[in-house]
């Protein structure tokens, strides 16, 4: 029994051994396709292919071919010709030239799938279009202050509202100042000397002429009209209370003071302003000043008047910037006759400039790459080449190109992250570097 326990025991062992051996060469012969099984990743195609319809044909060490690859399966990677592995499709050759430039096959099956679409590189004139907050304010040219050259009190205010419309020479209050009244009184009794017949004997204006005139002139200075002044004269008495009217026609935007009021002289009392035309400032970003210029045409449109456009001109544009906001101002002047547009409105505003002829790309074709710019340029075949390019100006969705395209290259204009991501995968372009 200890005999053949011992036998039994030596079989089992020369049995196991056997077994482990041939699962090794199992292992080793199939390790490729094991790893590539429990990782759940494609078979690469650069291992030999051991199919009878597509026999191992390494390329020559002296062929300008890189390695072979599926069009619709760019992962694919494979030394010599052959069959796809996952679709059967031919594989296509990749030179050692595109391989380095970056050159990515799709064909035309799959430039449908991802929705690949083509434009040319074009020169054409461009406009650049941006927009403006904006807030309409008063015509600073159309204010006008009431103040006063005399002190007194304000014995009748007649005008006594802010917002209130006033008509020129319209009497806004009276004033009694004595002042005001001892230069009627003067003036009075030099009209009278006039009156009287005291005159010089060699035809000379006399001394009594000379100081109505002076008188007539002083009152004039102090603020009264002609035709005040000619009312005084006429009426031979001195006005207690003179009435003091506007110098301009408008709305009162502001209004310092009431009925009964002692008042100085230089003291502003109202301040006037005119509708009839009014300024839209609008604050435009510092880096679309250098685009903006006096006379540039301009669209402006408010919340207030939906539907309604104003088409205008910058005025003038401010020489100093915002310095929280950066952002430059801008004068829009409009007319307001129907007094539609009020003071302290919001309004957007539209500025169009022409930039000129230039050649110029979508700028959907654009691929960022940290500090580069790439466009994938059609070469014809289902083959797209990644080009670095330098853009300038932006305007509606196009890109000035400086460098890398000329008039007539053809580029994607869509899809272009698909293509760029399968780019990245199968070559080693340097346009993927971090750095350039």
Not at 129 to 157: C, M, P, Q
Not at 387 to 392: L, N, P, S, W
Request: charged share 20%; proline share 5%; with cysteine.
């Amino acid at each position: 029994m200890t005999a053949t326990a011992g036998s039994t025991s030596r079989t089992s062992r020369i049995v196991t051994a056997l077994l482990v051996v041939g699962l090794l060469a199992l292992a080793v012969g199939y390790r490729d396709r094991l790893i590539a099984w429990f990782t759940g990743r494609e078979m690469n195609a650069r291992e030999p292919a051991h199919r009878a319809d597509a026999p191992h044909q390494p390329a020559s060490p002296h062929s300008d071919v890189d390695h072979y690859t599926c069009s619709m399966h760019p992962s694919v990677d494979q030394p010599g010709p052959g069959k796809c592995p996952i679709c059967g499709m031919d594989l296509t050759p990749v030179t050692k030239q595109q391989q380095a430039e970056g050159v990515v096959m799709i064909d035309e099956g799959r430039r449908q799938l991802i929705g690949v679409r083509i434009a040319p590189v074009s020169e054409a004139a461009m406009s650049r279009t941006f927009r403006a907050v904006g807030r309409v304010t008063y015509d600073e040219s159309a204010l006008t202050d009431v103040n006063l050259r005399v002190s007194g009190w304000i014995t009748k205010l007649l005008v006594n509202q802010t917002g209130q419309r006033v008509t020129r020479a319209q009497t806004l209050f009276t004033l009694y100042s004595p002042e005001l009244r001892n230069a009627q009184q003067d003036f009075l009794l030099t009209t009278r000397g006039i009156r009287a017949g005291i005159a010089a004997t060699d035809g000379s204006p006399s001394r009594t002429e000379q100081l109505a005139s002076a008188a007539r002139t002083r009152l004039s200075l102090l603020g009264l009209s002609d035709a005040q002044i000619d009312e005084i004269a006429k009426r031979g008495t001195p006005l207690d209370t003179i009435p003091i009217t506007s110098p301009a026609s408008g709305f009162v935007i502001e209004k310092e003071v009431v009925e009964g009021a002692s008042v100085q002289a230089s003291t502003r009392l109202f301040r006037i302003a005119a509708l009839d035309m009014v300024w839209v400032e609008a604050e435009v970003y510092e880096a679309d000043l250098r685009h903006v210029r006096v006379g540039q045409r301009a669209k402006v449109t408010l919340d207030y008047l939906p539907g309604q456009v104003y088409d205008a001109k910058v005025a003038y544009v401010y020489p100093y910037l915002e310095s929280a906001a950066r952002t430059g101002r801008v004068r829009i002047e409009l007319a307001n006759k129907q007094r539609e547009l009020r003071p302290g409105m919001f309004a957007s505003v539209e500025l169009t400039s022409e930039i000129g002829s230039r050649v110029q790309v979508p700028a959907s074709a654009l691929v960022y790459t940290g500090p580069r710019r790439l466009v994938f340029v059609d070469l014809g075949g289902g083959r797209f080449k990644p080009q670095e390019v330098r853009v300038g100006t932006e305007a509606n969705e196009m890109y000035e190109v400086l460098e890398g395209l000329k008039v007539g290259d053809k580029v994607a204009t869509s899809g272009v992250f698909l293509i760029a991501a399968e780019a990245r995968i199968s070559t080693a372009a340097k346009y993927w570097d971090a750095t350039p």
